[in-house]
């Protein structure tokens, strides 16, 4: 999700609020972000190397924002390469040229800038930005993206003491060039280096595996109080275990979604998933207790070093956190273990969420569903001695016109409405092939993943209402708004 037009750069995040009756959206009040992107030198696992920060900071800073607000975003581009910001599960209503993706949006050159306009409109919940070209997400340019409730709607609990960011993902000492060539040589980038905290390595909690002079992470609290943790999987590929110390999470919300309140003593987030959990300090302070984020489905023996561990910090805490870490998921012989938990998390339609009088609803049991689409997912094929990535067959290529531009400006040829819904018995090619939707349908999309490792599916700028999961297999309800979509 993106938005532009020509405004003043700082080096600086400017953040005011204003009402501007005459511009594009509404009355609705305004906020404004400035994001300069550049790279600078960090060491995140104790190895120099260049990293991608907004406004200086690594990861960046919040865009903080309220249900309806018009949001304005100029960005400057100070990389050497293309690039474009995207709003992680952002809704965009009928304007997806602000979405930032390649299909919709030209790219921001180096040393210029964009800036994106959008309203969250009937929006709340937990997001994250990031750039969305040429594998930049692996070095950095990532940072939360939160959208308030209203004054007018209440939270469906009680208002906590305070928002703690946690920013999650797996981490290469290569910086996003040199994997992009690892990838396009048809290789496999292999385990990665690490799994850093909001920016910074693991404590050293085990002297064999945790070298010396790792910057940590550590989040100070207060005894008795509960705070909000905004936890984000902001990684490319691993999923990862979330678990505190001695400490329960309770789930309140997910991507835009209160849930039914349960506590989890460790939770399973995928790349690109986002929760909100409360935790309440309620343990003696002996000690710091850990916090951990340790990989999913993979030989654990093996990835003891791929490990991200930051620090709870009590402000009455009598000495450092000692001892081994707390143990991971023992589902070695219960696969159904991953499977359930997701399962298990549930909205809350009993809270109003971004409006207090919802306009009607659906009768969800009786969707018509205008079109159905099998996507089948599997291992990377090399197609014109390349290795791609495909669905049913195809791996997307960019157009010359992003689809949006030439939807306006009626340029012919840029793409294709035939894309299969269903595999097809073919051989796989490269194609800019778009799914023909219904305008105001719905759409029944179902994946398939036979590949051979966990694929997170990006819905990019929609919601949607899962209605099957199964081990291989999810079914999905998608709206559509819009005409077309580009896979």
């Known amino acids: ?137 692996a070095s950095g340019g990532f940072g939360p993206f ?81 705070y909000r943790l905004r936890v984000h999987n902001i990684g490319i590929s691993t999923c990862l275990n979330f678990r505190i110390q001695n400490h329960f999470l309770i789930l309140a919300e997910t991507e835009g979604h209160y849930t039914v309140q349960q506590n989890f003593t460790d939770v399973d987030i995928h790349v690109g998933q986002s929760y909100s959990f409360l935790v309440t300090m309620n343990q003696n302070a002996s000690s710091d207790y850990y916090i951990v984020a340790s990989a999913r489905f993979v030989n654990e023996s093996l990835w003891q070093r791929v490990t991200g561990v930051a620090v709870l910090h009590y402000s009455n805490s009598k000495g450092p956190a000692t001892g081994p870490l707390p143990d991971p998921p023992n589902d070695f012989y219960d696969k159904s273990r991953p499977v359930n938990q997701a399962l298990s998390i549930r909205q809350n339609v009993s809270s109003s969420g971004a409006r207090p009088n919802p306009q009607g609803s659906f009768h969800y049991g009786s969707i018509n569903v205008t079109d159905t689409y099998v996507m089948k997912i599997v291992p990377p094929v090399k197609i014109n001695g390349t290795l791609r990535a495909t669905l049913n067959g195809i791996s997307f290529v960019k157009p010359e016109t992003p689809i949006r531009l030439a939807d306006q400006y009626k340029v012919k040829g840029e793409y294709k409405l035939d894309f299969p819904n269903k595999p097809l018995n073919r051989t796989p090619r490269i194609d800019t092939s778009v799914i023909n939707a219904t305008y105001k349908g719905f759409i029944e999309v179902v994946f398939q993943n036979n590949d051979t490792v966990v694929q997170s599916i990006h819905m990019d700028g929609y919601s949607f209402f899962m209605v099957g999961y199964e081990s291989f297999i999810c079914f999905f309800i998608l709206p559509s708004p819009l005409r077309k979509y580009a896979l």
């Open 1 to 137: 999700m993106a938005r532009f037009g020509l405004s003043l750069f700082s080096l600086f995040s400017l953040v005011h609020i204003a009402l501007l009756p005459s511009l594009c959206f509404s009355a609705d009040p305004y906020v404004f972000y400035d994001l300069h992107v550049s790279y600078i030198t960090a060491s995140p696992l104790g190895v120099p190397q260049q990293v991608i920060a907004v406004n200086g900071k690594f990861p960046g800073p919040v865009i903080n924002s309220t249900t309806n607000n018009n949001v304005v975003v100029n960005v400057r581009n100070d990389l050497d390469e293309d690039l474009l910001m995207t709003w992680s599960g952002i809704q965009m209503r009928r304007n997806s040229w602000q979405d930032g993706l390649i299909g919709t949006n030209c790219p921001i050159h180096p040393k210029w800038n964009w800036t994106y306009q959008f309203q969250v409109k009937d929006q709340i919940g937990s997001f994250f930005y990031f750039p969305s070209l040429l594998f930049q997400r």
């Open 146 to 226: 939160i959208i308030n409730n209203r004054d007018i709607i209440q939270i469906p609990f009680t208002q906590p003491d305070g928002d703690i960011f946690i920013m999650i993902g797996d981490w290469f000492t290569r910086n996003h060039s040199a994997l992009r060539s690892v990838l396009d040589a048809g290789e496999d980038l292999g385990m990665p280096d690490g799994v850093l905290i909001n920016g910074k390595g693991p404590y050293r909690y085990n002297t064999t595996l945790v070298p010396e002079g790792i910057q940590y992470e550590s989040i100070g609290v207060d005894p008795g109080k509960t």
